[in-house]
């Protein structure tokens, strides 16, 4: 992973921008939309640029760059001009500072990239490539785009306005994760447009008691993640544990939920304990195993079991 990805808090935080063209335009688009203070240094800016400045959505200092202008109190700085040589001089003044800085379509000079975003209001998804293949991000994005619900905005607003009442009524955090998900899952909630349909959906969903037996899930590793069936990625995000072969491939193990607990076992004695102790604590279960291996069919019983798809 060549770059750790994260959601930065910028409201009310301020930021340097040099250059004033249509790159710098599109970075104070965002930056301002994300509540930052940007200070522009250019002789000249864009229109649109003009227009926030115009607004007092940004400040303008109407010169050329001169180090002096660098400061400590700056978050972040970007380069944006179409001088190679003063985007540097920007990147350095900013690394004598210890300032984090982006001189834009020039990798070796950033410390920090922009993904490519889908906005779906309090939900944002970011892409990224390294910036290795912009193109290629940009077909991912649209094919996300195109599958991912436009309610989302409404969704995140109406759960997040129930957080502290669902802490309320079921006080620990497993099962208020397991009604989070019976609530998404719900026929209701995919297809709701307002928040009263939500609320409906909601309430049912409270009122409804549901004892969650525990279930254990059985499923094939190979050579090849992208062979798993949609039902098995569901599945994996539902699990609270995960057992492994030890020959399990690490990028099956890494598509489980994130804070479910991997366990690795070496032999049937071994996982026949992991898995009582499991359903004793309730937990819903997966286990990988390798298709050339039949010695747990005894141990499996009658539990679900999925073969990858090419099998």
Same mark, same amino acid.
């Given at each position: 992973?060549?770059?750790?990805?994260?959601?930065?808090?910028?409201?009310?935080?301020?930021?340097?921008?040099?250059?004033?063209?249509?790159?710098?335009?599109?970075?104070?688009?965002?930056?301002?939309?994300?509540?930052?203070?940007?200070?522009?240094?250019?002789?000249?800016?864009?229109?649109?640029?003009?227009?926030?400045?115009?607004?007092?959505?940004?400040? %303008?200092?109407?010169?050329?760059?001169?180090?002096?202008?660098?400061?400590?109190?700056y978050?972040?700085? %970007?380069?944006?001009?179409?001088?190679?040589?003063?985007?540097?001089?920007?990147?350095?003044?900013?690394?004598a500072?210890?300032?984090?800085?982006?001189? #834009?379509?020039?990798?070796?000079?950033?410390?920090?990239?922009?993904?490519?975003?889908?906005?779906?209001?309090?939900?944002?998804?970011?892409?990224?490539?390294?910036?290795?293949?912009?193109?290629l991000?940009?077909?991912?994005?649209?094919?996300?785009?195109?599958?991912?619900?436009?309610?989302?905005?409404?969704l995140?607003?109406?759960?997040?306005?129930?957080?502290?009442?669902?802490?309320?009524?079921?006080p620990?955090?497993?099962?208020?994760?397991?009604? %989070?998900?019976?609530?998404?899952?719900?026929?209701?909630?995919?297809?709701?447009?307002?928040?009263?349909?939500?609320?409906?959906?909601?309430?049912?969903?409270?009122t409804?008691?549901?004892i969650?037996?525990?279930?254990?899930? %059985?499923?094939?590793?190979?050579?090849? #993640?992208?062979?798993?069936?949609?039902?098995?990625?569901?599945?994996?995000?539902?699990?609270?544990?995960?057992?492994?072969?030890?020959?399990?491939?690490?990028?099956?193990?890494?598509?489980?939920?994130?804070?479910?607990?991997?366990?690795?076992? #070496?032999?049937e004695?071994?996982?026949?304990?992991?898995?009582?102790?499991?359903?004793?604590?309730?937990?819903?279960?997966?286990?990988? #195993?390798?298709?050339?291996?039949?010695?747990?069919?005894?141990?499996?019983?009658?539990?679900?079991?999925?073969?990858?798809?090419?099998?």
């Amino acid at each position: 992973m060549q770059y750790f990805p994260l959601f930065l808090d910028l409201k009310g935080k301020p930021v340097l921008v040099v250059g004033g063209g249509e790159v710098a335009s599109r970075k104070v688009d965002s930056l301002v939309r994300a509540g930052s203070q940007v200070t522009i240094v250019s002789p000249t800016i864009d229109a649109y640029l003009q227009r926030l400045v115009d607004q007092q959505e940004c400040y %303008w200092i109407q010169n050329f760059y001169s180090q002096d202008m660098m400061d400590k109190r700056y978050v972040q700085v %970007w380069a944006t001009t179409d001088n190679p040589e003063l985007n540097h001089q920007v990147h350095a003044d900013a690394k004598a500072l210890g300032l984090l800085v982006n001189v #834009v379509d020039d990798q070796p000079y950033c410390d920090f990239i922009t993904p490519s975003m889908i906005n779906r209001g309090r939900i944002q998804v970011a892409i990224s490539s390294g910036g290795a293949s912009p193109v290629l991000v940009r077909n991912i994005r649209e094919k996300l785009e195109a599958q991912l619900p436009q309610n989302l905005s409404i969704l995140a607003d109406f759960s997040s306005s129930k957080r502290n009442h669902i802490k309320q009524v079921m006080p620990d955090v497993d099962s208020r994760r397991k009604f %989070w998900e019976r609530f998404f899952s719900h026929p209701g909630v995919e297809s709701a447009a307002s928040r009263q349909a939500l609320e409906e959906s909601y309430q049912q969903v409270l009122t409804t008691t549901q004892i969650e037996p525990p279930t254990v899930t %059985w499923l094939e590793y190979g050579s090849d #993640v992208e062979l798993l069936s949609l039902k098995a990625m569901r599945l994996m995000q539902q699990a609270e544990l995960v057992l492994h072969e030890s020959a399990c491939p690490f990028g099956f193990v890494d598509l489980v939920r994130r804070d479910a607990e991997r366990e690795e076992f #070496v032999s049937e004695g071994e996982l026949a304990e992991k898995l009582a102790f499991a359903r004793e604590q309730g937990l819903r279960i997966v286990v990988f #195993v390798s298709p050339q291996n039949a010695k747990y069919r005894l141990l499996r019983g009658q539990d679900l079991f999925l073969k990858l798809a090419s099998q």
